[in-house]
């Protein structure tokens, strides 16, 4: 009996032994596990930070080309205005004529995106961002850059520049262009077809760039709560 009391009270003690070297390892175990998941946390916020400063520069530059469009819709649409009228002509227009090869190209910084990418895009925890974050890049922005660029890049290349060098004296000094020939100009119906279909291509393109920016500010306001809900966790 004294014997079996002693096997009895080494198999206890072995047993809790055991038990506290278990659970020895699985307090390790989660202690790294924290400390894996906080690094993979630390990761994915850094890199959300670096993809709203992405899209900060893209809503930055989005801006300045649709602005800058904008302004060249206000010239042939001047133009337009001072032929239906029949206003004769005055130095004030050579601006709005030399307008008639300008377009803005926006362009994007694609730093932020790439690193999305590069990481893993799983390393964003909240799909929402995910997606949206690829339809602003693989849809609109590359819409913009290449589809719409392509349409006003031949349209200026094929219609545009051949009838400008034909008609136009170009100032470069003050980025003015002189009309050889106004009376005909006013009175050439083909030229105002191309104004008109100049202001339809531009204002398209614009439109598109406005959808963009609404996009890009619902994201980065997206990002910004994710950031601060990751920190606090």
């Given amino acids: 009996m004294i014997k079996e009391n002693k096997v009895s009270k080494y198999l206890i003690y072995a047993i809790g032994e055991v038990i506290l070297v278990v659970i020895g ?22 890199t959300l930070i670096e993809i709203q400063k992405g899209l900060k520069q893209a809503e930055k530059e989005n801006e300045r080309s649709e602005n800058a469009n904008l302004e060249t819709i206000k010239s042939y649409e001047i133009l337009l205005d001072h032929f239906e009228k029949k206003s004769p002509y005055n130095e004030s227009l050579n601006y709005h004529f030399r307008n008639l090869l300008s377009w803005q190209e926006p362009d994007f910084n694609y730093s932020g995106f790439e690193l999305f990418k590069n990481r893993g895009t799983d390393l964003i925890s909240n799909d929402s961002i995910r997606i949206k974050l690829l339809f602003i890049y693989e849809e609109k922005i590359q819409y913009l850059v290449n589809d719409h660029n392509k349409t006003e890049w031949n349209y200026n290349n094929t219609v545009m520049t051949p009838f400008f060098t034909n008609n136009f004296e170009l100032d470069i000094q003050n980025r003015m262009a002189i009309p050889n020939d106004y009376l005909e100009l006013m009175n050439n119906q083909q030229f105002k077809n191309k104004l008109t279909y100049l202001i339809g291509i531009r204002s398209y393109g614009i439109n598109r760039s406005t959808e963009l920016r609404s996009l890009i500010k619902n994201l980065m306001n997206d990002i910004s709560k994710e950031i601060e809900k990751l920190n606090n966790k």
């Fill in 25 to 46: 390892i699985l307090i390790a175990l989660s202690i790294n596990n924290w400390n894996e998941e906080r690094k993979y946390r630390n990761l994915e916020i850094v």
